[in-house]
């Protein structure tokens, strides 16, 4: 089976592609996983895998591909490249950062960031902040990206009511 698209992320694993890439496509509900591939003895002095172990996953979250490699220690993954996931409304932003951040690490997440269990960084985010923090209206949309800054999981009632202005606090 080719992949259909131009451009598919490949993200570099140790050992655990399989795993990643499953909890994905339980996560994402339009996904599957696609092929697997596998190591031989060929290379093996190079790979140093095991013949008959997964080498690549192929799968698709939302009709995205990716291709998760066991590739071993040499690379990590980084907060430098990260997924966004666009979300209608807070249960939405609710539901894949709680999916997602089971089992990460708590210190990475902040501005709707989160790191998840294997490393990969994902931005949940409210289809809405692009409006709250880049509006017309500089005062507000400041007020906006003040409150983002100070969140963890993005709250779309506190942006809005940033931006709007209303303190929070205020019956």
Known sequence: MAISAKITPCLWFDSEAEQAAEFYVSIFKNSRIVRRTYY??????????????????????????FTALNGGPLFT??????????????????YFWDQLSDGGPEESQQCGWLKDRFGV???I????????????????????????????KLNI??????YEGIDPMEP
Not at 79 to 92: G, T
Not at 157 to 162: D, F, H, P, V
């Open 40 to 65: 031989s003895d060929v290379g093996k002095e190079i790979h140093g895998r095991e013949a008959g172990s997964v080498m690549t996953i192929e799968f698709e979250l939302e009709g995205q591909t």
């Open 77 to 94: 993954l980084t907060e430098a490249i990260s997924f966004m996931v666009d979300c209608a409304d807070q249960a939405e932003v609710d």
């Open 121 to 123: 960084t994902w931005q």
């Open 125 to 152: 985010v409210p289809s809405i902040l692009p409006e709250l923090v880049t509006g017309p209206d500089r005062e507000k949309s400041d007020r906006a990206m003040s409150a983002m800054l100070e969140m963890k």
């Open 157 to 162: 009632a506190a942006l809005q009511a940033a």
